[in-house]
């Protein structure tokens, strides 16, 4: 495909998207026909009640889910043609994640956590990426320690320079802040809308915060796995 017209296509494009699950009590359906584009560049909050899709939602666009029905396409990759390994190389390659929890390995310090990812992508600079990337989020200073040596704020913010040590086009975020207190959430959030923006990445934000869904340019509600509200600072398609 050419790359400009490769460039056109949304960040993320599901299509009539389902998610089931198997249960002794029967099929459980998790996420029941979304219909979602987000264009590149964009900020987009997800906001719903505990178990109304939203992590699952995230988990089938990061390709850590497959979907039970429907097409879901992320930075112009039809994720249903690839298979475990492609899935792993799209998501080192294009996607930052950052959870809630910081998912930082015990044994490695915090240099080697960031440089971890680029490593697999083959990257020769891959420590001296992952040292610029400690920087850019301003723990460059812990840079030999261990997480159990770190702060949650610092452990997040260690988390959060190994999602964007790649330059990821698409960042993908749950509820990052959800075990900072507040001033060290607010810092985090600030820090990610920043680099954000300095890179150009898209932005998918999973949040109870409605001070953040203020800050990105559409809201998406969930409720039962549905779509059931959309809200934008500017008027967008019903898509």
Do not use: W, Y
Not at 36 to 52: D, K, W
Request: glycine share 10%.
């Amino acid at each position: 495909m050419d790359q400009t017209l490769q460039d056109r296509k949304p960040a993320i494009h599901l299509e009539d998207v389902h998610v089931t699950l198997p249960s002794r009590a029967g099929p459980v359906p998790i996420l029941r026909g979304i219909d979602l584009n987000v264009p590149r560049g964009q900020a987009i909050a997800v906001v719903g009640r505990s178990g109304s899709g939203k992590s699952t939602l995230l988990m089938i666009i990061a390709g850590l889910e497959r979907a039970t029905r429907g097409r879901v396409e992320v930075v112009g990759a039809d994720l249903s043609r690839l298979d475990e390994d492609g899935l792993a190389r799209l998501r080192a390659a294009n996607i930052g994640i950052v959870f809630q929890s910081f998912h930082l390995v015990p044994t490695m310090t915090a240099l080697e956590n960031v440089a971890l990812p680029l490593e697999f992508l083959g990257r020769d600079d891959a420590f001296e990426r992952a040292r610029a990337a400690l920087a850019d989020v301003g723990v460059s200073h812990r840079e030999a320690h261990f997480p159990g040596q770190l702060s949650g704020g610092e452990q997040q913010r260690v988390a959060l320079a190994r999602a964007l040590g790649s330059r990821p086009a698409l960042i993908l975020a749950d509820e990052p802040t959800g075990n900072l207190d507040l001033t060290t959430g607010a810092q985090v959030m600030d820090l990610l809308f920043d680099l954000k923006e300095r890179t150009g990445a898209t932005l998918l934000l999973i949040t109870h915060d409605r001070s953040l869904t203020k800050r990105c340019d559409r809201t998406v509600s969930l409720a039962d796995g549905r779509i059931v509200a959309r809200e934008g600072k500017r008027r967008v398609s019903a898509s």
